[in-house]
């Protein structure tokens, strides 16, 4: 934690790619443990955002602090071994694997300084009881569902032992069941002390699960508050909808 | 159980290369069996990379001979113990990797298959402009007709052969059997998703070249004492640079024992079948067999045993 | 510094950039747009070698409208070739490893096939023009490289203006950048690039009978030329064809200077070089996108 206090604290972040500015001198923070939305319309930054948080983009102005240690220019596994974990919003298992062999891999490298190594098979386990896959470890990653894989990636991502866990988009495409389930897991992981950034397009999802919300709309931050505040927000809509 | 299973196989291995060397009288199954292990561990070799980490090195020829023209540049130099010239011959091999690795890993795979395919063409031409190991007329060395120890130098050659691709053979094993491997076969599924749960990448890929390189070089260094003869184009052989790509895909690609049953298997039938038929058969043969493989059956030889045994099992509930 | 000498080499690296464009080509198109890794298209080139040796020496045919004729066929063979690796490889997400092991295959059946019914000799086509030079002051310049070097030329403008001017062209560019757009368009994805791989393998027809002009020709010749066309490629920046053509022009004119002040051993060296300084440098070429 940094003096405040704070978890993760981005400040001034700026990037550009060639001439397009995808963001330009966005700040903003995540407590330990909390729950917090970074929502936008397509094309307003959020990925980026997250690209640059976890290490897949490097950032040429401002930076990435998390606690209290500077992250700006490591590389995503460093950042990964510090406990920043991701989902994609395409998953991306290891097709050849099972799904426990999945994960295994964050196991055996991004905790792998963390987690005494005699417990992985233990503690995937455990995690794979949380989205409902203890009774199908061994099964091949490479034939599962939709839904089954957006668990998966959670899942993995939850085996890297992380303070963070960025979860970008784990809903898009899925049914309302389907959606609650993955809210479910969400919540379970936050109770075990995970803080999360959750971009999403569902709204219903980013309200019921959210305490705090930030606004993104080309590239510059346009609200920030919790749930009921943003609902309100005049320039949100607008940013949604249009003029 | 598992463990001292494959060490029992590998002394058992070398017991009966002995055997064979003391019983064997025909200087032939000395000959063929050292270019059927010449086989295997460029297969060992190739798939270190190309198996366990999904990165294509066209470039085997490439390696082999700048393995082969190492030693021979040495010998010139300083008549060095040949056990002097495989370390040496592996560890520039291995730097040879390293770089173009580096140079072109960050980058998308399929650069790093142009670059040593490149890279084979021009060590080529390097190779046949330099006339200390004899350009392109070739160089010839002049082996010992007597060794302690053995009836023959071409036993020797054979008994060496064994010893190495037996060390590369276990190398690759244990690659592929511990974290690193877990980390090599992240990077061939999905190299995104590895870097985001912790695997350094870049650092495993450079450290796949280097031994893929090494294992390379030392298939080559003894290749001129064998031969006794050497120019660039016995060097930079076709056979060899298919023959290290078909002899993985053939046996199976993702695991250990995949290029090692394809080499064995590739290896014997080509070693029966020059000698009846002419080698660009054989080349023809191989590359037919090569497209067969990767189209129809992917997962090599080891593919379809697992599929056989998994329907067996499904059909038997 | 001799000035003949240094001009001759300029013009003789100007034909022979000219020619490597036409080489580059069909590779530019298919590794370039469809992100298809052929490397035996120099396998193909040198079967249009043969093809137009053959009807060189039986009915007698000029090298390039042999070459021309075979394009139809060499246009078949492509579309064949592309559903082939489509239904093997591309539809089940394996082209990667399996796909480039595929026609790595492939090149070495070609070659074989050539050495097996032809040996490994080199081989020569006939027509009035080879042997012949016109001089130009102190440059003399052969019409066995001139002739290839226009050829070369309109094949490259020919194809830059399909691209650009017509619909299927566009479709071609657009296949590689955006296929939800294609899609929206009513054009099937699979059918264009079926028709672009066949285009590109068209093209090695006529730079096949090129290449038998330049010179004598062997089964494995088109080794020489994977360095080169990959490095035309990368230099250029992946795709785009006036970058091809301005790679090649580059890469031919050093070669030759090379070979004048150097020795013709060095040039193979020379594309390699330019490969690994762009790709450690600029790998996106010098007219690309990355």
């Given at each position: 934690m940094d003096a405040n206090g704070r978890l993760l604290d981005v400040q001034g972040l700026t990037k550009r790619f060639g001439g397009f500015v995808?963001?330009?001198n966005v700040s903003m923070h995540l407590d330990p443990r909390e729950r917090l939305g970074l929502i936008g319309p397509n094309g307003s930054g959020k990925t980026t955002m997250i690209n640059c948080i976890s290490g897949a983009l490097f950032n040429e102005e401002g930076s990435v602090v998390f606690r209290g240690e500077?992250?700006?220019?490591?590389?995503a596994f460093k950042r990964a071994e510090l406990g920043i974990s991701r989902s994609f919003q395409i998953p991306r298992p290891f097709?050849?694997?099972s799904i426990l062999e999945n994960m295994l891999v964050p196991m055996e490298y991004a905790a792998w300084g963390r987690v005494?190594?005699?417990?992985h098979e233990d503690r995937a386990m455990e995690i794979l009881a949380l989205v409902g896959f203890q009774d199908r470890a061994?099964?091949?990653?490479?034939?599962?569902t939709q839904v089954d894989l957006r668990k998966l990636e959670l899942a993995r991502a939850l085996a890297a032992q992380p303070d963070v866990l960025v979860s970008d988009e784990?809903?898009?495409?899925?049914s309302s069941s389907e959606v609650d389930e993955v809210l479910e897991i969400l919540f379970k992981l936050n109770e075990r002390g995970v803080a999360v950034i959750m971009i999403e397009h569902i709204m219903r999802a980013v309200m019921r699960y959210c305490e705090r919300i930030y606004v993104l709309d080309a590239g510059q931050l346009i609200a920030e508050g919790t749930p009921e505040e943003i609902q309100g927000n005049p320039d949100v809509e607008r940013a949604y909808l249009g003029e | 159980m598992k463990v001292s299973g494959f060490w029992i196989g590998i002394v058992l291995m070398l017991a009966a290369g002995f055997v064979l060397a003391g019983v064997a009288d025909n200087q032939f199954l000395f000959f063929a069996g050292y270019v059927i292990l010449q086989g295997l561990i460029m297969a060992v070799a190739w798939n270190v990379l190309g198996?366990?980490?999904g990165y294509v090195n066209f470039g085997s020829a490439g390696f082999f001979a700048i393995g082969a023209y190492t030693a021979i540049a040495l010998h010139q130099f300083a008549e060095l113990p040949l056990l002097v010239l495989i370390v040496i011959a592996g560890i520039v091999c291995g730097l040879i990797g390293l770089g173009t690795g580096y140079l072109t890993?960050?980058?998308?795979?399929v650069y790093f298959a142009i670059a040593t395919l490149a890279m084979a063409i021009v060590f080529e031409s390097l190779i046949t402009n330099w006339?200390?190991?004899?350009?392109?007329a070739g160089a010839y060395v002049i082996t010992p007709a007597e060794v302690p120890f053995f009836d023959s130098f071409i036993e020797m050659m054979f008994i060496l052969m064994l010893v190495l691709s037996l060390i590369c053979v276990a190398v690759s094993r244990y690659l592929s059997m511990s974290r690193m491997g877990r980390g090599l076969a992240s990077i061939r599924d999905d190299e995104t998703a590895a870097e985001c749960m912790g695997v350094p990448t870049l650092r495993l890929k450079l450290i796949s070249t280097t031994v893929m390189g090494v294992m390379m070089g030392v298939a080559g260094a003894p290749f001129p004492f064998f031969v006794t003869y050497i120019n660039p184009l016995s060097a930079f052989d076709l056979l060899i640079a298919v023959n290290a790509i078909a002899m993985p895909m053939i046996g199976g690609t993702?695991?250990?024992?995949g290029p090692v049953i394809g080499a064995l298997l590739l290896g014997t039938i080509q070693q029966i079948v020059t000698v009846t038929i002419s080698s660009e058969l054989n080349i023809l043969i191989v590359g037919a067999v090569l497209i067969a493989f990767v189209a129809?059956?992917?997962?090599?030889i080891v593919g379809l045993f697992q599929d056989f045994a998994r329907k067996r099992r499904e059909g038997g509930k | 510094m001799d000035a003949s000498l240094f001009l001759n080499a300029i013009a003789a690296g100007i034909l022979l950039g000219g020619f490597y464009a036409a080489v580059a080509l069909g590779l530019s198109i298919v590794f370039?747009?469809?992100?298809?890794?052929?490397?035996?298209h120099p396998a193909f080139i040198v079967a249009g070698s043969y093809l137009v040796f053959a009807l060189n020496g039986g009915f007698g045919l000029d090298p390039v409208i042999a070459g021309i004729l075979l394009m139809p066929i060499f246009f078949a063979v492509g579309v064949l070739v592309y559903r082939v690796y489509y239904a093997a490889f591309e539809r089940t997400g394996r082209e990667s490893l399996a796909g480039l092991a595929f026609f790595f295959g492939l090149m070495f059946v070609i070659e074989v096939l050539f050495i097996i019914f032809y040996g490994v000799d080199y081989r020569l086509v006939e027509a009035d023009y080879i042997g012949k030079q016109i001089e130009i002051g102190l440059v003399g310049i052969p019409w066995r490289m001139l002739v290839p070097f226009c050829a070369a030329l309109v094949m490259t403008g020919a194809i830059y203006l399909f691209l650009s001017r017509t619909f299927l062209g566009r479709a071609i560019l657009a296949v590689s950048q955006d296929r939800l757009a294609l899609q929206l368009m009513g054009a099937d994805p699979v059918k264009i690039k079926q028709i672009a791989f066949g285009i590109g393998i068209a093209t090695a027809a006529l730079a096949g009978a090129l290449l038998i002009m330049i010179g004598p020709v062997e089964p494995t010749i088109g080794r020489l030329y994977i360095g080169r066309i990959f490095a035309i490629i990368v230099l250029g920046g992946m795709g785009s064809i006036p970058g091809t053509l301005v790679a090649a022009l580059i890469i031919g004119l050093s070669e030759s200077i090379v070979t004048t002040?150097?020795?013709?051993?060095?040039?193979?060296?020379v594309a390699f070089g330019f490969l690994l300084i762009t790709l450690a440098v600029r790998p996106q070429g010098l007219f690309g996108r990355l």
């Amino acid at each position: 934690m940094d003096a405040n206090g704070r978890l993760l604290d981005v400040q001034g972040l700026t990037k550009r790619f060639g001439g397009f500015v995808a963001l330009n001198n966005v700040s903003m923070h995540l407590d330990p443990r909390e729950r917090l939305g970074l929502i936008g319309p397509n094309g307003s930054g959020k990925t980026t955002m997250i690209n640059c948080i976890s290490g897949a983009l490097f950032n040429e102005e401002g930076s990435v602090v998390f606690r209290g240690e500077e992250i700006t220019g490591l590389p995503a596994f460093k950042r990964a071994e510090l406990g920043i974990s991701r989902s994609f919003q395409i998953p991306r298992p290891f097709r050849t694997m099972s799904i426990l062999e999945n994960m295994l891999v964050p196991m055996e490298y991004a905790a792998w300084g963390r987690v005494d190594h005699a417990t992985h098979e233990d503690r995937a386990m455990e995690i794979l009881a949380l989205v409902g896959f203890q009774d199908r470890a061994r099964e091949n990653s490479g034939n599962l569902t939709q839904v089954d894989l957006r668990k998966l990636e959670l899942a993995r991502a939850l085996a890297a032992q992380p303070d963070v866990l960025v979860s970008d988009e784990s809903m898009a495409g899925l049914s309302s069941s389907e959606v609650d389930e993955v809210l479910e897991i969400l919540f379970k992981l936050n109770e075990r002390g995970v803080a999360v950034i959750m971009i999403e397009h569902i709204m219903r999802a980013v309200m019921r699960y959210c305490e705090r919300i930030y606004v993104l709309d080309a590239g510059q931050l346009i609200a920030e508050g919790t749930p009921e505040e943003i609902q309100g927000n005049p320039d949100v809509e607008r940013a949604y909808l249009g003029e | 159980m598992k463990v001292s299973g494959f060490w029992i196989g590998i002394v058992l291995m070398l017991a009966a290369g002995f055997v064979l060397a003391g019983v064997a009288d025909n200087q032939f199954l000395f000959f063929a069996g050292y270019v059927i292990l010449q086989g295997l561990i460029m297969a060992v070799a190739w798939n270190v990379l190309g198996g366990f980490t999904g990165y294509v090195n066209f470039g085997s020829a490439g390696f082999f001979a700048i393995g082969a023209y190492t030693a021979i540049a040495l010998h010139q130099f300083a008549e060095l113990p040949l056990l002097v010239l495989i370390v040496i011959a592996g560890i520039v091999c291995g730097l040879i990797g390293l770089g173009t690795g580096y140079l072109t890993l960050r980058l998308r795979g399929v650069y790093f298959a142009i670059a040593t395919l490149a890279m084979a063409i021009v060590f080529e031409s390097l190779i046949t402009n330099w006339d200390y190991v004899g350009g392109s007329a070739g160089a010839y060395v002049i082996t010992p007709a007597e060794v302690p120890f053995f009836d023959s130098f071409i036993e020797m050659m054979f008994i060496l052969m064994l010893v190495l691709s037996l060390i590369c053979v276990a190398v690759s094993r244990y690659l592929s059997m511990s974290r690193m491997g877990r980390g090599l076969a992240s990077i061939r599924d999905d190299e995104t998703a590895a870097e985001c749960m912790g695997v350094p990448t870049l650092r495993l890929k450079l450290i796949s070249t280097t031994v893929m390189g090494v294992m390379m070089g030392v298939a080559g260094a003894p290749f001129p004492f064998f031969v006794t003869y050497i120019n660039p184009l016995s060097a930079f052989d076709l056979l060899i640079a298919v023959n290290a790509i078909a002899m993985p895909m053939i046996g199976g690609t993702a695991v250990w024992f995949g290029p090692v049953i394809g080499a064995l298997l590739l290896g014997t039938i080509q070693q029966i079948v020059t000698v009846t038929i002419s080698s660009e058969l054989n080349i023809l043969i191989v590359g037919a067999v090569l497209i067969a493989f990767v189209a129809l059956a992917p997962r090599g030889i080891v593919g379809l045993f697992q599929d056989f045994a998994r329907k067996r099992r499904e059909g038997g509930k | 510094m001799d000035a003949s000498l240094f001009l001759n080499a300029i013009a003789a690296g100007i034909l022979l950039g000219g020619f490597y464009a036409a080489v580059a080509l069909g590779l530019s198109i298919v590794f370039g747009q469809l992100d298809i890794v052929n490397i035996a298209h120099p396998a193909f080139i040198v079967a249009g070698s043969y093809l137009v040796f053959a009807l060189n020496g039986g009915f007698g045919l000029d090298p390039v409208i042999a070459g021309i004729l075979l394009m139809p066929i060499f246009f078949a063979v492509g579309v064949l070739v592309y559903r082939v690796y489509y239904a093997a490889f591309e539809r089940t997400g394996r082209e990667s490893l399996a796909g480039l092991a595929f026609f790595f295959g492939l090149m070495f059946v070609i070659e074989v096939l050539f050495i097996i019914f032809y040996g490994v000799d080199y081989r020569l086509v006939e027509a009035d023009y080879i042997g012949k030079q016109i001089e130009i002051g102190l440059v003399g310049i052969p019409w066995r490289m001139l002739v290839p070097f226009c050829a070369a030329l309109v094949m490259t403008g020919a194809i830059y203006l399909f691209l650009s001017r017509t619909f299927l062209g566009r479709a071609i560019l657009a296949v590689s950048q955006d296929r939800l757009a294609l899609q929206l368009m009513g054009a099937d994805p699979v059918k264009i690039k079926q028709i672009a791989f066949g285009i590109g393998i068209a093209t090695a027809a006529l730079a096949g009978a090129l290449l038998i002009m330049i010179g004598p020709v062997e089964p494995t010749i088109g080794r020489l030329y994977i360095g080169r066309i990959f490095a035309i490629i990368v230099l250029g920046g992946m795709g785009s064809i006036p970058g091809t053509l301005v790679a090649a022009l580059i890469i031919g004119l050093s070669e030759s200077i090379v070979t004048t002040y150097i020795g013709p051993s060095w040039a193979p060296t020379v594309a390699f070089g330019f490969l690994l300084i762009t790709l450690a440098v600029r790998p996106q070429g010098l007219f690309g996108r990355l």
